[in-house]
């Protein structure tokens, strides 16, 4: 009963994705405009309801607090499907691999989710986040996302004032761009080869 009603609320949800990325690929809705529709309504639930879960998550560290709002309350992703891969008081992380409309969506309209979770998708997240707090960045890899990989991998960090190489060279390996001579060495080059290491496991 209760697997026939998650199907049900799946489908649906697919089928409202397909419709919302059909306008887009069809030139129907701008990039721009269909990121807006998306940030608004995340942006929205994250104001109603953030007073009430910063409580809840306050003895976690900021970016753990951020993973915990944004996919388990907010997304509703069980969280066995949406794991915290590397961790550090300032940054995290995350592999997911749950039930996604969007990933089902750009699959039957041929779309390439590199493309539109980047130009769409990305950006509501990163303005979602802000409410938890200012200091507060969000990132995907977009070497490493589904269905060319078996899971999605983001990044989510506390940022300062104090540049940090390690995070700096991270987002430009997420964007495919070639990381800066500093950083691609100690903490970075450990990273990676932990990631590379522990590819089956996660905490």
């Not at 997911?96 to 990933?103: D, E, G, Q, W």
């Not at 200012?134 to 078996?150: A, D, T, V």
Request: aromatic share 10%.
């Amino acid at each position: 009963m209760l697997e026939t009603a998650k199907n049900i609320v799946q489908q649906y949800a697919v089928e409202e994705k397909i419709k919302f990325l059909k306008k887009v690929r069809d030139g129907e809705l701008g990039r721009e405009a269909a990121a807006k529709i998306i940030e608004d309504r995340r942006v929205s639930w994250i104001k109603n309801n953030i007073a009430r879960l910063k409580e809840v998550y306050k003895d976690l560290s900021l970016p753990l607090a951020a993973h915990r709002i944004i996919y388990f309350e907010h997304m509703y992703i069980f969280p066995p499907d949406s794991v915290v891969f590397e961790m550090s008081p300032d940054f995290i992380i995350v592999r997911s691999y749950n039930f996604c409309p969007y990933l089902q969506a750009c699959q039957t309209l041929g779309l390439d989710t590199r493309d539109i979770c980047r130009h769409i998708c990305q950006k509501p997240v990163e303005e979602m986040i802000k409410y938890i707090h200012p200091n507060l960045k969000f990132w995907r890899n977009y070497n490493k996302i589904r269905p060319h990989e078996e899971y999605c991998e983001e990044y989510i960090s506390l940022e300062n004032e104090i540049a940090c190489p390690p995070i700096a060279a991270l987002k430009a390996l997420a964007g495919g761009l070639r990381p800066p001579p500093l950083a691609r060495g100690g903490v970075l080059a450990m990273t990676i080869k932990n990631h590379e290491e522990r590819k089956n496991s996660h905490y």
